[in-house]
Structure formats: structure tokens, C-alpha cells
């Protein structure tokens, strides 16, 4: 019999837990395993009530010999910048250490695109990440460096644009086009459609829309 788990439980349980929504297993059960508790309750017809009791417990045996595949159930594409300023690099290490100061296990982003346009890998597709409050379950996280103006602009950090370069723009093309083969029907979205920020600067959902 599962232990009931909630909010600030931790522990081998909360692991196992994690492993069965995909979820990075760090054993603390933070708001991104109530948030994905809560989706897979509603999507299971449970009360979302982000506690995992007798009857979640039930509904989630059967998701464990899923949970060791190397996919899971995407349908959103959102992309975002780093809030950094223009024309300055800003490498996976530093966004993995502001989102740990941040309460996150790992990085929260699955790509990274850099100013040259290479694409640096985060977290694994295969796990949620944390990147969006309401759409992590079911979305991979892509991240382009920049975002604010240049430093030398007097409140660069409250000003968020889009600061793409020529080869961002066209290394996200090809991410994006490569993330639809995987992920058939997944639509494309900007951070700004979910949450009240101007992340990531530009109106992702109409730019890709035809892609
Ligand atoms: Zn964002």
C-alpha cells in the first residue's frame, strides 16, 4: 500500500511518483509534481486536487512500464529567451545555476539555442520540464539567448524584445521542424500566451503557425 503524498512530502515514494508522470525523480514533491499530479487527475477523471491518494495510486500502476519509455505525451512547443541582454552569450551552466537558485532540480529548458545558433540540449525531452506554470506536462521548453536590450540601455532587465540573430532565427526553424516530425499536431506557442510576460519577445504561435 502507497503512502498518501502531497505537497512537501519527499522520499523514495515521491521518486517513484515522479518516474511514473516523467518527471525529473528528485524525491521532493515541489509545485511542478502538484501541477503534474493535477493534470494526470483530470486527464484520468479524478478530482485534480493534486494529492495522491489510494485511488491515483490505482490509476497510476498501469504507467510505469510507459514511464521507462524514452517518450512522452507532448502536444505544445514553447519557446522563451533568457532575459539577458543583447549580443551576449549566456551558457546552459548559468541558466542551470538561476534555475536551481530558483528551487528547480535541473535546467528547466530541453534547447538552448546561442547566439551562433548552436543548439545546446537541457534537460531531456523525455522528462517534463519547468518552464511554463500549467504546461510543463505536455510541452517541450525551447529557449533562445537574449531577450532585453543591450546593458548599456538604462533598465535593460524590464524591457523584453525580440533580439534573435540571423542565426537563431533559423536554428529555431529547424528545432521547431524537427520537434513537429517527432511530436505530430504540436502547436507552436510564445511564453507570453500563458503567462503575463513579454517572453519571448515576438509572437511565436503566428510566426510558426504555417510550419
Ligand atoms: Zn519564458
Given at each position: 500500500?502507497k503512502?498518501t503524498?502531497?505537497r512537501?512530502?519527499r522520499?523514495e515514494?515521491?521518486k517513484?511518483?515522479?518516474?511514473?508522470?516523467?518527471?525529473?525523480?528528485?524525491?521532493?514533491?515541489?509545485?511542478?509534481?502538484e501541477?503534474a499530479v493535477?493534470q494526470?487527475?483530470s486527464?484520468?477523471g479524478l478530482?485534480?486536487?493534486?494529492i495522491?491518494?489510494?485511488?491515483?495510486?490505482t490509476?497510476l500502476?498501469?504507467?510505469l512500464?510507459?514511464?521507462?519509455?524514452?517518450?512522452r505525451?507532448?502536444?505544445?512547443?514553447?519557446?522563451?529567451y533568457?532575459?539577458t541582454p543583447?549580443?551576449?552569450?549566456?551558457?546552459?551552466?548559468?541558466?542551470?545555476a538561476s534555475?536551481l537558485?530558483?528551487?528547480?532540480?535541473d535546467?528547466?529548458?530541453?534547447?538552448?539555442?546561442?547566439?551562433?545558433?548552436?543548439?545546446r540540449?537541457?534537460r531531456p525531452?523525455?522528462?517534463?520540464?519547468?518552464?511554463?506554470?500549467g504546461h510543463?506536462?505536455r510541452?517541450?521548453g525551447v529557449?533562445?539567448v537574449?531577450g532585453c536590450p543591450?546593458?548599456?540601455?538604462?533598465?535593460w532587465?524590464?524591457?523584453g524584445?525580440d533580439?534573435?540573430?540571423?542565426?537563431?532565427?533559423k536554428?529555431?526553424l529547424?528545432?521547431?521542424?524537427?520537434?513537429?516530425?517527432?511530436y505530430?499536431?504540436?502547436?507552436?506557442?510564445?511564453?507570453?500566451e500563458?503567462a503575463?510576460?513579454?517572453?519571448?519577445g515576438?509572437?511565436?504561435?503566428?510566426?510558426?503557425?504555417?510550419l
Amino acid at each position: 500500500m502507497k503512502p498518501t503524498l502531497k505537497r512537501g512530502s519527499r522520499g523514495e515514494d515521491v521518486k517513484d511518483l515522479q518516474k511514473r508522470l516523467a518527471l525529473l525523480p528528485d524525491g521532493i514533491f515541489g509545485p511542478l509534481t502538484e501541477e503534474a499530479v493535477k493534470q494526470f487527475q483530470s486527464a484520468h477523471g479524478l478530482s485534480a486536487d493534486g494529492i495522491v491518494g489510494p485511488k491515483t495510486w490505482t490509476a497510476l500502476v498501469p504507467t510505469l512500464a510507459s514511464a521507462s519509455k524514452t517518450s512522452r505525451f507532448v502536444d505544445e512547443i514553447i519557446i522563451h529567451y533568457t532575459a539577458t541582454p543583447q549580443g551576449e552569450e549566456f551558457s546552459n551552466a548559468q541558466i542551470k545555476a538561476s534555475h536551481l537558485a530558483r528551487g528547480f532540480s535541473d535546467i528547466g529548458y530541453h534547447y538552448v539555442i546561442g547566439l551562433d545558433g548552436e543548439i545546446r540540449p537541457g534537460r531531456p525531452e523525455a522528462i517534463a520540464g519547468a518552464h511554463c506554470t500549467g504546461h510543463n506536462s505536455r510541452s517541450v521548453g525551447v529557449c533562445y539567448v537574449g531577450g532585453c536590450p543591450p546593458r548599456s540601455v538604462k533598465g535593460w532587465q524590464n524591457i523584453g524584445r525580440d533580439t534573435r540573430t540571423e542565426a537563431q532565427k533559423k536554428a529555431l526553424l529547424s528545432l521547431i521542424r524537427e520537434l513537429k516530425g517527432r511530436y505530430p499536431g504540436a502547436t507552436v506557442h510564445g511564453h507570453n500566451e500563458f503567462a503575463n510576460k513579454p517572453c519571448p519577445g515576438f509572437n511565436a504561435c503566428k510566426e510558426y503557425a504555417d510550419l
